[in-house]
């Protein structure tokens, strides 16, 4: 069995009900990706919900051993984290963790523009931060640009547009 590597999942930032209800706001797209999970990490120990629900955005969850108010108060503002091997993406969907430190390669100018240094989520698409230590350049993650993502091979290749990081590298 492969060794976990946990990905946060969300922060616990309240209780939901009398019945110790602990609600998780998620780090993840939604909270609808959390629920296909049936173990989650605490304190790196493995953590099985007895029941988990959507609600507003929110992540309903009842964890063992928790059944009132009283005894979920001291969970409020712990991370919960995710086996990444516990959750298969759909093809062409990365975790963003995959993603910082790739080497970007653009085929315009047939040179390395930097590494991912940060991923952005505004509310139209992903925008990956390029840098290469001096400057830092953006590009929107749609297939206009982003080509290719090898991510065995440590690199994305993209192809930018006149005037979109020809700063970069001189």
Same mark, same amino acid.
């Given at each position: ?21 602990? *609600? =998780?706001?998620?780090? +993840?797209?939604?909270?609808?990706? @959390?629920?296909? #999970? $049936? &173990? %989650? ?46 959750? *298969? =993406?759909?093809?062409? +969907?990365?975790?963003?963790?995959? @993603?910082?430190? #790739? $080497? &970007? %390669? ?65």
């Amino acid at each position: 069995m492969t060794e976990p590597r946990l990905l946060p999942a969300g922060t616990i930032v309240t209780t939901h009900g009398v019945r110790g209800e602990v *609600k =998780l706001r998620p780090v +993840t797209d939604s909270a609808e990706f @959390l629920l296909s #999970l $049936s &173990v %989650f990490y605490m304190d790196s120990k493995p953590v099985k919900p007895s029941k988990m629900r959507v609600h507003k955005g929110m992540l309903l969850m009842l964890l063992p051993g928790i059944d009132s108010v009283d005894a979920a108060m001291p969970l409020i503002g712990k991370t919960v984290y995710f086996n990444k091997n516990d959750k *298969k =993406l759909p093809e062409n +969907t990365y975790f963003i963790s995959d @993603l910082i430190g #790739l $080497s &970007v %390669f653009d085929t315009r100018t047939d040179r390395i523009l930097g590494e991912i240094t940060d991923v952005l989520q505004p509310p139209a698409h992903d925008v990956y931060v390029v840098s290469d230590g001096k400057n830092e350049i953006m590009i929107p993650a749609v297939p206009e640009f982003i080509l290719s993502v090898e991510l065995e091979q440590g690199r994305m290749v993209v192809k930018t547009i006149e005037g979109m990081g020809d700063d970069a590298a001189d």
